[in-house]
Every structure is written in structure tokens, then in C-alpha cells.
């Protein structure tokens, strides 16, 4: 499966064919196109697009929280013994809440201001009967002890509680559970700079300590580059590029994914020169051209791509739906070192 | 940030069965109203030969009350009063409130805390206790009434519009309003103001509901109009001690004003769907 | 008044402080002894942690806040903010959605600052300012949900833009958006500074935009100045441990290109 990079077969997540759309009246608009991926327990997977790409559906379709009039289709399976067809309620009920955890962007939205954390922790699980209160303040105080919170805040209120801490706390409830998967939605947005790497780590560490497969959904490839193992890129409900972070990185095999690298600012950027810029902006679900997604965009574009929608070229377990992909030994890397 | 597919999916918004059924209502009331001032005979007309008839007798579709007043005049220029009131105290009330709670809000301080001490105050009075009084002392007239129901109605207005401007005061575009020089007055008036419009108007839609419950409630207590005012609470009043007999003369009266307050109520729940914001997919 | 190197000193700032007063008398130094000059087509990066000040200090800097001690002098004279007048100093502000009033369009917006033009005068003028970022002019009489979150900050650049500003606040300009807009943002101000001349005071937290933007660097660390160098020497090596930490910890987050 394309991203394993040497885990076992059946751990972790994977995803095939999943597609989101939106139904209003006899009205279909398609969000995601077609995403397949697999997270190995154990280890991070970076989703990375720009806002409108559908990383944020995808997950969330993962985690079987859509909203209203948006559906999803696909398949799940999150380890051996547990599968799901996305469009099936039933089958999805039965993973919800229990199988895959999720972490939003602002983690103090994420708690009742009017209740205590430790009760709102063990809340969850209580009701389904998964533990007794008792068990659950234990696990929740082991969880928080592993994550570098102090028991003691259990019976603080959110509003106590800074940035970083609440964004553990809400890596704890969602950890509650046992959860196989874990998704973070944009976790350190909200959060200072200085605090992001720690939070980063920690969704790390839960990978490799809980043996859990950790997405981390995220419009910046820095945070990306440095915690995850795999890479998605998405662009305009597709997968445009995925494979291992360093070979992503190091000779991207999509035009896009190399035009987002020289975009980026670094601290060892040129000062005071303009950085390289993706000309014009993503096309609204509506306008998605039917080829190559990118195209309108893209700078090595040639007849073909407004012709034909390119397939998933694969070498070994880096993939790129790109006509030119895996043509060069450089991929298009040139774009990067032109800064 | 937003996910773009949320703005997407809260971007198409289902016509609203609310206002169309309050447009219904509006329109069947603005007929019966017409008609009342057009066509039908005076209200306070007595025809003591026909009192009691029911309705669909001849010359009086809903039939007569006690003293052969007809029952489908009355309601329609009972209707028309409790429009004129409801209007009247809604208009007055809305505009004392605002300004009042533009003032608190905007300036804040000693000011605020003043206008505060108003609206508790005017809180702790009994509305009940204060129309009696002053029915007592004024005597009951139109004017009377829509001036007390004013003084007890613009408390809404003031605290709602207070919080909004608050919150929108401390919003960046306000401070780059007064970077580009804007002056005071057009702060308040360009852009606050402008916010707490849609609140104003959900909150009168409300209003006017609750103030023709009240102007039947108090001329059914007879704190209220009287004829030769023609007041759907005060027919009702009377055709009370004939219920067994003449079940219309309470139960018409009594359809129409529930009718007026739910066409008003629908007219709120349908304003105040039109306006609410975006929902985000993400937060 | 010019300092040594010939340019003209817009921005003078000195010896500000700033004190909170809670209620129950707790006081607040939110900024202590302040004090740096920044001259004309300059950029000074203002970092630090949260609650370090430096929104604090943008604040006073763009004159929407008086200082309790000090004074801060552009062009010269003291900043004060008048009615009826657009301030030298204008902003850019970190949430662009917060920054425009959601029930005008943008051209009203942009125009804010155009007190005595005529209408005709008005539009012509935001045509022009909406080109000068990059936007559609046609589009000035949308609402600012109809644009995008980048297309929305450049909307608060024309706005800015329009008061004619000597000094450009930026607080954040680029962390609400994503990262490929983020690259257009910034650009955009490259570009303007070099064409207008403003002086430009930057806050982030983000030491690898300031890399980009910034000609000298200032750390703020709980209120106090920590550091205040040219930008090639802050990024080589920093005097203050603080800074190298601070420069780790975002090296830790940024691209590692390997």
C-alpha cells in the first residue's frame, strides 16, 4: 500500500477510495476525489494542502464526522478486525468514538467551560461503559502523566487551563478510549510558536508508544517535515503526491508539492528577496478541472495534462499522480533550489 | 481556518417555511383589516334585536355578542388597534433602547454604569403594579397606554444592543476605522450600529407580539382601551359570563389574537434564520 | 530628523512604558523602558513569546493606546490620534476577517481613509489601490465574505495604504493564512515598501518571516527589551540566550530541507 513504509500489513488505518460530497436538493458537489492512504500503527502520517484542499473532510469522514447533507463513500479497515464501508451508518456507528480519536484546531472549543476536565475526560467512556468512573480517572491520570500534565488538573476548569495544556488535555480524551487512530486537525494553529514543537513531539510519541497511527492534518510542510513519516499531499479534493517525508521533500515528484517547498519560508532564506509564489489560486469544488487538477497552475504543464487525468505513478512507496512524475532524478526539485 | 466546503455547504439556505406561513398569516390579517375599515358595519354599532346570534347567521358571519355588536367588525378593528399599538410601542421602544444602549456601550464608563442602574430599576418594577397605578391615577387612554408600555419596553433593546457593541467594539476594523480618521459619530452610526441591526429587528418582531398580549391582557382587566377604543381583550372580557351560551363572542376574539402573535412570532423565527451567520466546518 | 545614515527617522519611541491597571489594583507591566528608532524603508521585526508585549507595543506604536510613560514620536511630533483625520501610522492587522466590517463592501472599506475626495475621486482611487495588491477592482462593491482569506488581507493593505502611512504596523499579518498565501502577503509588502518608502514595524512570532521581511530585529521578552540587532547578525549569532533558544525552537519547526 502506498505510504507503508516496512510496517506490518494489516496495522493500522487504511483508506480506500474514499470520496466526500455534498447533497443540497438533486445538487452533488464533489470534495474529495478518490483519496486512498494507509497510516500504520505506530507512525505519523502528514496530510498537507492548502485551506479547500479537503484534508479537513477527509479525516473527518475517517473519524465519521461529517455534517449535515455531506456523505461520504469508501472503504475503512482500522486493524485486523474492524472495517467499514463509509456510506454504511451502521458500520460506522459500531468504529465511531471508539476507533479513531480526534484533536481540533482550538483545543480549548473543544471542553464545556461550565465542567471540570477530569469529569468531561472520563465522560465519554463512562457512558459507553468502556470503563467504571473509578478505572477512567485512573487511565485518564496515567494518560496525562505520559503526556506531561499533572494529575492535579483534572479538577481545573478549561478557562485555567493555557494553550499547550488544554491541547494535551484534549490529546488525552481523545486517547481515552484506546483509540487505533488518532487525527489531529490543525492542532498548533492556535498555539504560540515556541509551544508547537513540544505539542508536535508529543503526537509522536504517542504513535510510537501507544502503537497508534497518528494523522496530523496540516497546511504547514515545516511542522509536517519534522514530525511525520509519511506525507499526503492533497490539492483540490485529490491526492496530488505521498510517500515517505524525506523523500517527498527531498525530490518531490509533483510540480505542486515542489511549488509549496519554494514558497515556504525559512530562517535560512535570502532576506529581503521575494519568495517563490504558486501563481493565481485553488479552484472553488465547482471549477475542478476534469484532468489534471494543477494544471491551470502549473508551470511544467504540456498538452497532455489538460487532456488526461494522470494516474499514480509509483516508485517503491512514493507515489505521484503527475504526467512527468518520476522522470528525473531530481525530481522537481530545481523549483526549490532556486531560492 | 474555515474549511472552504463548509462555507460551501451553509452557503445554500432551504426557503424558509416560516416566513412564508407568517406571510400568509399577514396578508389574511391585512384583508380582514381592509375590509374592517372599507365594508364593514361600526363596530360599536348595537342592534339589540340580533344580539346573540351565532355565526353564519344573516348579515353577521361571526355572529353578535350581548349588546348585538357585530363580532367580525370588531375584530377587525380590533386587530387594527392591536397593530397601531404594537407598532407604536415597538417604534418608541426600539429607538429609546438602542440609542440608550449605543450610549452605555460605546462611551462606557460612569455613563454606562448609569444607564445600567435605569434598567434595573426599571427591572425590579412589577409591570403589572405599574399599569394599575397608572390606570388609577391617568385613566385609560390610548396614548397612555403606549406610553406605558414603551417605558417598560425598551429594557430589551438597551441590554441587547449594550452587548453587542461591546463585543464589536474591541473588533479590529473598528480600530482601523479610527485610524483612518474616522470621528465618533461615524463609528457608531457607520459601523456598530450596523451590527446590532439584525438583533434589533428579531427582538421587535418578538416585541410586537408581546405587546398586543399585553394591550388585550390589560383591556381585558379593563386597565386598558375601552369603547369607544375597540379592543379584542375587551370583547373578550365580556362575552366571558356568556361562554356557555356564545362561545364565539371569547373564542373568535381570542383566535384572532393568537393569530396576530404567531404571524409576528414566525415573522422572528424567519428573520432571525436569515440572519445568522456562517456556520464554519472547523471550530 | 535624520539619524547617521542620512534616511529620515519616522518612528521614534522613547523610554515607553505601559501598565495595566486590573481591577482589585493589580497592575500589569506589560512593557518596560522601551526605546528604538526606525527609519524610513526599514523594516524592525518585533519578536518574542506571547505576552511578551509586542502586541502591546504595536498597539502604541499605531497610536490606539497611549503609553503611561514615555513618548513616541513620528516624524518627529507626538502621535496622537484625531478624529477627522487618518493617522501616518496605519495597520495591518493578523485576523483579516476581523479587520473588515463584514456588512460593507470592501470598497467602503478601502475608502475609510479618503475623507476628502468626491465620490468619483473615491472609486478611482480604490481602482487603483485594489490593482496595486493585486485584486480585481471590479470587485469593490463585494461584500468581504466573497474573497478569499488572503484576498481579504490584501484588502487590508489598500486600506492601509490608502491614509498615504509613513510607518506600516504589521501585527501578524501573515499567521491566519496558509502557507502558499502566505508567501503572496509577503511579497506584497516587499514589493510596496521598496515602491512607497514606509518604515515598517513588523510583529511575529515567527522568526522565519521576519527572516524574510526584516532589516533589524528586536526581542521582546516580558516587556522588556531583550535584544535589539541588525537582522544578518541576529540570525548568524544572537548575543542573548534567550534568542538562541528562541532560534532553535523554530528551527525545530521549520522546513528542514535535508
Redesign the interface.
Known sequence: MIGVTGAEPLSGLEVTRLSVHAQQGTVKTLLVDDVSFAAPAGQTVGIVGETGAGKTLTVRAVAGLLPLRVHATGHLRIGPDAEADLDSESAMARIRGKKVGIVLQNPIAMFDPLMRIGRQIIEGVVLRKLYSADRAIERAAALFASLGLSELVLDLYPHQLSGGMSQRAAIAMALMSRPSVLVADEPTTALDANLRLEVLSLLGLVARDFDTSVILVSHDLGLVSHVCDTVVVMYAGRILEEGPTQDVLRTPQHPYTAALLSSSTTLDATPRRRLSVIPGQPPEPTDWPAACVFEPRCRHRFDLCAARRPVLHVDGSHAAACHLAFGAPAGFREDVERR | MRARAGRWVMRWRPSNPSMQASAAIFVAIGFVVVAGIVWLPDPNQQNLEAAFSPPLSAGHILGTDALGRDVFSWIASGMRTALIVSMAVVFASAVIGSIIGLVAGYIGGALDALLMRLVDLQLAVPPILLFVTVAVVVGSSLESLVVLLSAVGWVPYARVVRSKILSERERSYVAAARLAGATHREVVFTHLARSAASLIVVLASAHAGFVILWESGLSFLGLGLQPPLVSLGFIIALGRQYLMNAWWVVTLPGTAIVLLVLAFNLLGDALRDRFSLDVGLVE | MTSDSGARVEVDVRAVSRIFRHRGGKEQVALKDVSFQLQAGRTLAIVG??GAGKSTLARLV???DNPSSGAILIEGERLR???????P???V???PQ????P??SVGF?VA??L?RLSNTQRRQRVAELMSLVGLNPSRMDERP?AF???QQQRI?IA??L??APRVLVCDEPTS?????????I??LL??LQSSLGFACLLVT?????A?????EVMVLRAGVVLEHTE??RF?GMPQADYSRQ??T??????????
Open positions: 513569546e506571547s499605531a497610536g490606539l490620534l484625531r478624529s477627522g483625520v487618518p493617522s501610522v496605519q495597520m492587522f493578523q485576523d476581523d479587520a473588515l466590517d456588512r460593507l472599506s475609510e481613509p475623507r465574505g478569499s482569506g488572503g487590508v486600506r492601509a490608502a491614509a491566519a493564512v496558509d502557507v502558499s498565501v502566505q508567501a503572496q509577503i511579497n516587499l514589493d512570532h515567527d522568526l522565519s518571516v527572516r524574510v521581511l526584516a532589516d537582522a544578518d540570525f528562541l532560534l525552537a523554530i528551527r525545530g519547526q521549520s522546513l528542514a530541507l535535508v
